[in-house]
Every structure is written in structure tokens, then in C-alpha cells.
């Protein structure tokens, strides 16, 4: 079964620097991967997602992500945070076949004005 | 907004009760998938169905059972409910049939308080 690791519970940056969240995964053959963000109060949306092919992801709001086989990585980066990008970000891997991804813990990002 | 919807978006009520919730799926969408949210267990898949049978279960407890309807609406059903059941639970669906990969749009959540 697949399994996957966010190293960080809370992460804090300042409004203007670069960001990035680790994301470490564990399924033997090539995954699907997924970020999430979860505002306060609201549901999970989509960031960016990985299935094949170019291993830079582009998603929205300006957050790209890179799948690193020899690593086990999937890290989401933004390279300058805006302040209503404090939120909770889930990173999810699923599998092929009957697909149910299971979810990291989530990372809080606080950003500092 | 995704395109799920979920009702109530709060719901309070006491110990050893039973509630239902309700959750519409993107338009054209087969699947629901119901997900608890708990600040000591994080994001957990409860169950899955596709075009009204059940597909997949994940940590659900007895006490909890859903269905989804011939128009794809889904209710998931929590009886005997104790204080450890108060949480966020999300709805989500997809719609590519049963093959791998494919994201999941979440509803805005429905907050259980169990007193």
C-alpha cells in the first residue's frame, strides 16, 4: 500500500520569500500525486497534479511542484508567497486501479507580513 | 467553488443520536467518496461509491453506513455517535470511471459536534 510523509507541520515564511513543502511517498511503481490546499473553514482544492510525462508541474496560484523518482519527492514550491496563501497543504498518492489516495497530515504554512 | 455541495454545513447533537449527512457530486460525476477530518487522525477515507454500488471502504465503523442514490446523491449515516466522532466530513467525487488517477473535487465539509 501506498504511503505518504510531510515532514513538516507548520512552516512559516515572511510575505515576498520563496516557499517550499516536502512531500515523501511510498508505492513501488510509478504514483499519481496530488497537492491540496485547505483554507480555514473550506474544503480541499486542487493545487497541481502528477501522472506522467514532464517531472516540473505547474499548477495554479503560482505553485509548481517536481516528482524526483530517486527520491521519493513530490515538493510543492511557490517562489513568492503572498499572505493569502496561509493555509493547510495535503499532499496525496494514489495508484492505479481502484483509486483512493491516501493523504499526508498536512503542513500549515503561516505567513509573516 | 468545486461543485460539490454539502449538507448541513454545521450539525450539533448529542451523544448515543444519529444524523445523516448529505452530499451532491459534481454534475456528471460517478464516484463519492466520503473522508473524515480529525485533528488527531488527519484526513481519513471512510468510503467510496461509484454509480450507486460501493466500491471501496476504507476506515469506516460499523455505526457509520452511506448510499448513493440513482441521481448520484450520497448520505452518510452516523448512528449511536460518541464524543470521538466530532469532526470535519468532506464529500468528494470524481468522474472517470473506476481507472487510477484521478482527481478528487471536495465539498466544503460538514462540522460534527457531538455533545
Given at each position: 500500500a501506498q504511503s505518504v510523509t510531510q515532514p513538516d507541520i507548520h512552516i512559516t515564511v515572511s510575505e515576498g520569500a520563496s516557499l517550499e513543502l516536502r512531500c515523501n511517498y511510498s508505492y513501488g511503481a510509478t504514483p499519481y500525486l496530488f497537492w491540496y490546499v485547505q483554507s480555514p473553514g473550506q474544503g480541499l482544492q486542487l493545487l497541481l497534479k502528477y501522472f506522467?510525462?514532464?517531472t516540473l508541474v505547474q499548477g495554479i496560484k503560482g505553485f509548481e511542484a517536481e516528482f524526483k523518482r530517486s527520491q521519493s519527492s513530490f515538493n510543492l514550491r511557490k517562489p513568492s508567497v503572498h499572505w493569502s496563501d496561509a493555509a493547510e497543504y495535503f499532499c496525496a498518492v494514489g495508484a492505479g486501479g481502484s483509486y483512493i489516495p491516501t493523504f499526508g497530515r498536512g503542513t500549515s504554512l503561516i505567513v509573516h507580513p | 467553488d468545486s461543485g460539490v455541495t454539502q449538507t448541513p454545513k454545521h450539525l450539533i447533537t448529542a451523544t448515543g443520536q444519529r444524523v445523516t449527512l448529505r452530499c451532491s457530486p459534481r454534475s456528471g460525476d460517478l464516484s463519492v467518496y466520503w473522508y473524515q477530518q480529525s485533528l488527531d487522525q488527519g484526513l481519513q477515507f471512510l468510503i467510496q461509491y461509484y454509480n450507486g454500488e460501493e466500491r471501496a471502504k476504507g476506515n469506516?465503523?460499523?455505526?457509520f453506513s452511506a448510499q448513493q442514490f440513482p441521481d448520484l446523491h450520497s448520505e452518510l449515516n452516523l448512528s449511536?455517535?460518541?464524543?470521538?466522532?466530532?469532526a470535519l466530513y468532506f464529500c468528494a467525487s470524481s468522474g472517470?470511471?473506476?481507472?487510477?488517477?484521478h482527481e478528487q473535487f471536495f465539498g466544503p465539509g460538514t462540522r460534527l459536534t457531538v455533545l
Amino acid at each position: 500500500a501506498q504511503s505518504v510523509t510531510q515532514p513538516d507541520i507548520h512552516i512559516t515564511v515572511s510575505e515576498g520569500a520563496s516557499l517550499e513543502l516536502r512531500c515523501n511517498y511510498s508505492y513501488g511503481a510509478t504514483p499519481y500525486l496530488f497537492w491540496y490546499v485547505q483554507s480555514p473553514g473550506q474544503g480541499l482544492q486542487l493545487l497541481l497534479k502528477y501522472f506522467s510525462g514532464d517531472t516540473l508541474v505547474q499548477g495554479i496560484k503560482g505553485f509548481e511542484a517536481e516528482f524526483k523518482r530517486s527520491q521519493s519527492s513530490f515538493n510543492l514550491r511557490k517562489p513568492s508567497v503572498h499572505w493569502s496563501d496561509a493555509a493547510e497543504y495535503f499532499c496525496a498518492v494514489g495508484a492505479g486501479g481502484s483509486y483512493i489516495p491516501t493523504f499526508g497530515r498536512g503542513t500549515s504554512l503561516i505567513v509573516h507580513p | 467553488d468545486s461543485g460539490v455541495t454539502q449538507t448541513p454545513k454545521h450539525l450539533i447533537t448529542a451523544t448515543g443520536q444519529r444524523v445523516t449527512l448529505r452530499c451532491s457530486p459534481r454534475s456528471g460525476d460517478l464516484s463519492v467518496y466520503w473522508y473524515q477530518q480529525s485533528l488527531d487522525q488527519g484526513l481519513q477515507f471512510l468510503i467510496q461509491y461509484y454509480n450507486g454500488e460501493e466500491r471501496a471502504k476504507g476506515n469506516i465503523l460499523e455505526r457509520f453506513s452511506a448510499q448513493q442514490f440513482p441521481d448520484l446523491h450520497s448520505e452518510l449515516n452516523l448512528s449511536s455517535l460518541e464524543l470521538g466522532d466530532s469532526a470535519l466530513y468532506f464529500c468528494a467525487s470524481s468522474g472517470q470511471g473506476l481507472a487510477g488517477g484521478h482527481e478528487q473535487f471536495f465539498g466544503p465539509g460538514t462540522r460534527l459536534t457531538v455533545l
